[in-house]
């Protein structure tokens, strides 16, 4: 009598088929892998940029490092939840549109004598709606992201140039527009940057360790058998805008308190760096792959390279192509990264179907002869 846990024989072959072996990653490829991760790769661009910038006058002195946090701050603050939707496969193009709205209307309330704290309030509402509509767009017309946002990003600059014209409204209270000019007491960090860290960790834990970050990678992945398995697709993509928006009209909020003064055109062309960061911070453009410490690092590096920059007084034209060669980096080699890989499991695939072939047929039956038979 055979036990419940051993496996039948068969009769025709004698031969008892072992288990197949399963390969476990963690001892095999583990280690390098490590060391190849995208992150490593920014810790050292992270070392050139600081080489590059140690070679131009003043780059280590504390005034630098602060304005290095305070031409990048808003731009970082935008980055973050374009990251989560970066995530879901989705896009959004409309976040430096909605800055520019934001500190537009924020502007003109103040100037028809809103209280400055019920007015940021109401930025705030009108940027979440804007990030709705790109939401209810996406998620329950099934348009394109991609479309959508560039038509929302026309949509809201317009807006904004209505709301204002060619003016400009200043003289916005002193406690609030020092928020831009003057460090976190007792350190050298702008405030836009104390606020990315702390807005950064709580993204980090939202994706990283929380349920729902684990769906919003899993609708990256596989949206259909994300919706499949329960997570509520659309409801979450539909979150993810509405957050968005509001964050995006706080970073507004942030940028007319910097430069005291409130105009149409604020962050104009934004949204090219706050792509660039996300994409360079190893956020797959496919969506289902990335981390907020790869976003925190990208934006170290494009801090350090453009201060450098501009400390060597190189052309704001050519550091826009800095900016667009990081872009197609960040895009192409993953991809080439992706194909080898492919390429390499095909070539495996392929040889262990000729070895498979070359091997004996042990499920093939032997003949015997007997003495009986002979006679």
Not at 94 to 110: N, P, Q
Not at 345 to 371: F, K, M, S, V
Request: aromatic share 6%.
């Amino acid at each position: 009598m055979l036990s419940e846990t051993t496996p039948p024989q068969t009769a025709t072959s004698g031969v008892v088929q072992a288990p197949p072996t399963i390969r476990n990653p963690q001892t095999n490829e583990s280690s390098w892998r490590g060391l190849l991760r995208w992150e490593s790769a920014l810790l050292v661009a992270l070392a050139g940029a600081l080489i590059y910038g140690h070679r131009t006058t003043n780059f280590w002195n504390a005034t630098n490092f602060f304005y290095i946090g305070l031409n990048i701050g808003e731009i970082a603050i935008m980055a973050l939840p374009l990251t989560l939707i970066v995530i879901t496969g989705e896009i959004d193009l409309s976040v430096a549109s909605m800055l520019g709205l934001s500190s537009t209307l924020l502007g003109y309330l103040y100037l028809h004598g809103w209280p400055i704290g019920v007015a940021i309030v109401a930025v705030l509402i009108v940027g979440a709606i804007g990030g709705a509509l790109n939401g209810v767009l996406v998620t329950r017309l099934g348009l394109p992201s991609i479309a959508v946002t560039i038509g929302t990003l026309t949509l809201f600059r317009g807006l904004a140039e209505i709301t204002l014209g060619a003016k400009s409204v200043g003289k916005f209270p002193a406690t609030l527009t020092k928020i831009g000019v003057i460090p976190i007491p007792h350190t050298q960090i702008a405030y836009s940057v104390g606020f990315f860290v702390v807005l950064a960790i709580i993204y980090g834990v939202v994706l990283h360790a929380m349920p729902v970050g684990r769906s919003i990678f899993a609708i990256g992945l596989q949206p259909e058998a994300a919706h499949f398995s329960g997570i509520r697709v659309k409801r979450i993509k539909l979150m993810l805008y509405v957050l968005s928006g509001t964050v995006c009209s706080f970073a507004g909020v942030l940028w007319t308190m910097r430069f005291a003064t409130s105009r149409y055109d604020a962050g104009t062309g934004l949204e090219l760096n706050v792509v660039a960061i996300v994409l360079f911070g190893g956020i797959s453009i496919f969506g289902g792959r990335g981390s907020i410490i790869g976003v925190v690092l990208a934006t170290a590096v494009m801090a350090c390279i453009q201060q450098a920059l501009t400390l060597r007084n190189v052309d704001a034209q050519v550091r826009n192509i800095v900016t667009g060669v990081l872009l197609l980096i960040s895009v192409v080699l993953p991809n080439i990264a992706t194909g080898i890989h492919r390429l390499r499991e095909r070539r495996r695939l392929r040889n262990r179907d000729r070895l498979a072939q070359r091997a004996p047929d042990l499920h093939q039956p032997t003949t015997t002869t007997t003495e009986g038979q002979r006679a």
